[in-house]
């Protein structure tokens, strides 16, 4: 059985039967509830943070097993979609913001699974022009799976971490005051004084859903970087999202004065 489109009960507007899913009984990912998803990647992802803009839910169902889920929704700064591709309207692209798989999912499993959210993101939401996901240096790898699935690179950059007892905090929440108060922020001041300061690379790979959309990207296309050695584990690192084997391993610099809050 070739993979199709999951088609729900409920029809659309002018009769159209929405996609709820793609794939077949083997591997397809297929929309679940907000809070399972949410649930799943508290309880199994590296950051044990879900990102509370998301609004897309697949579960990732292998051999009618649910073994991941991607969530997707908006980037940090919701609004920043114009400054990547000219044009582009709030509700005009996703970012990849969460994804994990259980160790038990087959080899390359995730790059199949973001190529078929990819597949039902482009009919089920068919205003979207373009996806956004980045490869975190904190777990080791770069980008691996979404090289295979067809994403392109769009350069790297350097962002701040904080790690506070295993738990990363990124430099937008002791620094930006609309974060002030929340329970991220309220984490970081109670553990400040044990905080562990990480510069590490962060790199941006995009889809495009149609060539015309590439061409009005404001940011220029690079080579892939080295994916690193080829037997590398396929189930550690930020990618698969698996709890990397030890959070804190990482070349650390210790904060050398408190932080003005």
Same mark, same amino acid.
């Given at each position: ?37 949410n649930?799943i ?19 990732v ?7 991941g889920?991607l ?9 920043s ?6 044009? *582009? ?10 994804? %994990? ?22 009919r ?5 022009? %373009? ?11 770069n ?14 950059h ?13 430099n937008?929440?002791? *620094?930006?005051s609309?974060?002030?108060? *929340?329970?991220?922020?309220q ?9 562990v ?17 590439a ?34 391993n ?6 050398q ?5």
């Amino acid at each position: 059985m070739s993979a199709a489109y999951i088609l729900g009960d409920q029809s659309e507007m002018f009769g159209a039967v929405r996609a709820v899913g793609f794939g077949d009984d083997s591997f397809r990912v297929e929309e679940i509830h907000r809070d399972q998803a949410n649930a799943i990647i508290k309880r199994n992802h590296y950051s044990r943070k879900i990102v509370s803009s998301s609004t897309v839910h697949l579960g990732v169902f292998i051999g009618g097993e649910l073994l991941g889920v991607l969530q997707f929704g908006v980037a940090m700064n919701p609004a920043s979609g114009g400054s990547i591709v000219t044009g *582009t309207g709030i509700d005009e692209y996703l970012e990849l913001n969460r994804m %994990w798989l259980d160790d038990f999912a087959p080899h390359c499993s995730e790059s199949r699974a973001i190529s078929y959210a990819v597949k039902f993101i482009r009919r089920a939401y068919p205003k979207v022009r %373009w996806i956004q996901s980045f490869a975190d240096e904190r777990c080791g790898l770069n980008g691996k799976v979404y090289q295979a699935a067809n994403f392109r690179f769009y350069g790297e950059h350097t962002s701040i971490f904080w790690e506070i007892d295993g738990e990363f905090f990124h430099n937008s929440i002791p *620094t930006n005051s609309a974060r002030f108060g *929340t329970p991220g922020h309220q984490r970081f001041v109670a553990g400040q004084d044990r905080a562990v300061k990480h510069e590490l690379r962060q790199f941006r790979y995009l889809f495009f859903m149609a060539p015309r959309f590439a061409r009005k990207c404001r940011l220029e296309r690079k080579p892939f970087p080295a994916v690193g050695p080829e037997d590398a584990p396929e189930t550690i690192g930020c990618e698969g999202g698996a709890t990397p084997p030890d959070r804190s391993n990482l070349p650390a610099k210790p904060v050398q004065e408190a932080l003005d809050l």
